[in-house]
């Protein structure tokens, strides 16, 4: 069935160091995969996303890899701030429907 | 441009009543989903619609229902309560263009059911 699995659950980095998240999905229909960061609160806020078309998409700080053959990929977030401290999470969709798969999502904190 | 508007954001029901839930998508956007999120097991797809049609549907019971209307506005029912339903229950709009799937997420509404 449709599953993504998202590692780690937890990560933890000083200020001003890389931080990646991966995920890997199970569908191989899959071509749409989002990004969303969840501040305690509010709703999940899109960040970033990339289609199954396109290996590699950056958006300043933050970046998006996708190895379709392995059905990997992976956040990658340069120069973290304690701002970046949130929830995020990966997201999997197909071409004909909106509904997304998601993640079980890592808790990310930036300590100053 | 607003977001994507729910309401209410909090509600404390009985277990056996029911609940209706509210949407209102992004200006523009004619797809709505629903979204529950549990700390057991994360967010899961509860329903799509688009023009007032359900797209597609995920593995509920019958007590989780929803509707559109055609100014996109959306609402989702949850009838005979169970404790397990306490959540939070999310939309997002997308503009449904198969070519542009980027959904937006609500705040969302904290159901408690006690």
């Known amino acids: 069935g449709e599953n993504v699995e998202q590692h780690p659950s937890t990560l933890s980095v000083q200020e001003g160091d890389s931080a990646v998240i991966k995920c890997t999905y199970s569908?191989?229909?899959?071509?749409?995969f989002p990004w969303y960061k969840q501040e305690l609160g509010k709703g999940p806020q899109l960040i970033i996303d990339?289609?199954?078309?396109?290996g590699e998409k950056k958006d300043q700080r933050i970046a998006v890899t996708l190895n379709k053959t392995a059905k990997h990929f992976s956040l990658h977030i340069t120069e973290t701030q304690p701002e970046d401290s949130a929830v995020y999470f990966c997201a999997a969709s197909k071409w004909n429907t909106d509904k997304l798969i998601f993640g079980t999502g890592t808790r990310l904190q930036v300590f100053p | 441009k607003a977001g994507v508007t729910q309401t209410p954001r909090y509600l404390i029901k009985t277990r056996g009543q029911q609940v209706t839930l509210s949407c209102s998508p992004i200006?523009?956007?004619?797809?709505v989903s629903w979204y529950q999120q549990t700390p057991g097991q994360g967010l899961q797809f509860l329903f799509e619609y688009f023009s007032e049609t359900q797209r597609n549907k995920g593995n509920f019971p019958g007590r989780f229902s929803g509707r559109q209307f055609s100014n996109s506005r959306s609402e989702m029912n949850v009838s005979t309560l169970e404790l397990g339903d306490s959540a939070l229950y999310l939309c997002?709009?997308?503009?449904?263009?198969?070519?542009?799937?980027?959904?937006?997420f609500g705040q969302g509404t904290r159901l408690t059911v006690v």
């Open positions: 990339i289609r199954s078309n396109v």
């Open positions: 200006s523009g956007h004619r797809s």
């Open positions: 569908d191989s229909a899959s071509n749409y």
């Open positions: 997002a709009s997308s503009i449904g263009d198969r070519e542009d799937t980027e959904a937006f």
